[in-house]
């Protein structure tokens, strides 16, 4: 008798187990499918230049890095610098290629990177995202143009003069 006892806990335990792993699962990829449409939904608002969902995707201390090392921005900043090109009806057009997303263990941050198709061709992008509530807003995104490896000498080549300039005044601020 105390044998099958100890099987029915065992097995009680195995299955509540299993429930769990499942049930996190679940929930994990439910979480990973709204964070999916969420910087879907933020990149389609840009490409649609509608200004007002864009920026409400974002939480108030946002940051935005661009590609020139000169774009790093606070959210109300990168507004200004963003809102003449939603103005003209048209401000930039990024589709996702590929992403990964990743979550803290209390499931309420989480990070990506994702290969854009973009008019620059294809770039980069990382993020992170946090919950506002029930809602899931990006908190810091980064966004980098890709170099062939084979182009990199080239690229440089063009780059050099320009950011020689800002490495020097970035040195001397350190």
């Given at each position: 008798m105390k044998k099958?006892?100890?099987?029915?806990?065992?097995?009680?335990?195995?299955?509540?187990?299993?429930?769990?792993?499942?049930?996190?699962?679940a929930q994990s990829s439910n979480a990973?499918?709204?964070?999916?449409e969420t910087i879907n939904t933020w990149?389609?608002?840009?490409?649609?230049a509608n200004f007002k969902s864009y920026f409400e995707l974002m939480t108030e201390d946002a940051v935005f890095i661009?590609?020139?090392?000169?774009?790093?921005?606070n959210?109300?900043?990168?507004?200004?610098?963003?809102?003449?090109?939603?103005?003209?009806g048209k401000a930039w057009s990024f589709t996702a290629l590929e992403r990964h997303?990743?979550?803290?263990?209390?499931?309420?941050?989480?990070?990506?990177?994702e290969l854009?198709?973009?008019?620059?061709?294809?770039?980069?992008?990382?993020g992170v995202l946090v919950k506002v509530g029930k809602q899931?807003?990006?908190?810091?995104?980064?966004?980098s143009m890709t170099i062939p490896n084979d182009s990199s000498k080239a690229v440089i080549a063009i780059k050099a003069p320009i950011e020689e300039v800002l490495i020097q005044n970035r040195k001397s601020k350190m």
């Amino acid at each position: 008798m105390k044998k099958i006892e100890i099987l029915k806990n065992k097995l009680a335990i195995t299955f509540g187990t299993l429930f769990i792993v499942i049930s996190s699962f679940a929930q994990s990829s439910n979480a990973e499918k709204i964070i999916n449409e969420t910087i879907n939904t933020w990149h389609k608002a840009a490409s649609e230049a509608n200004f007002k969902s864009y920026f409400e995707l974002m939480t108030e201390d946002a940051v935005f890095i661009g590609t020139d090392a000169n774009e790093y921005w606070n959210k109300q900043e990168f507004q200004n610098y963003a809102k003449p090109h939603f103005d003209k009806g048209k401000a930039w057009s990024f589709t996702a290629l590929e992403r990964h997303v990743y979550f803290d263990a209390s499931g309420n941050t989480a990070w990506f990177d994702e290969l854009l198709n973009t008019q620059m061709k294809i770039c980069r992008g990382s993020g992170v995202l946090v919950k506002v509530g029930k809602q899931w807003k990006i908190k810091h995104y980064v966004l980098s143009m890709t170099i062939p490896n084979d182009s990199s000498k080239a690229v440089i080549a063009i780059k050099a003069p320009i950011e020689e300039v800002l490495i020097q005044n970035r040195k001397s601020k350190m």
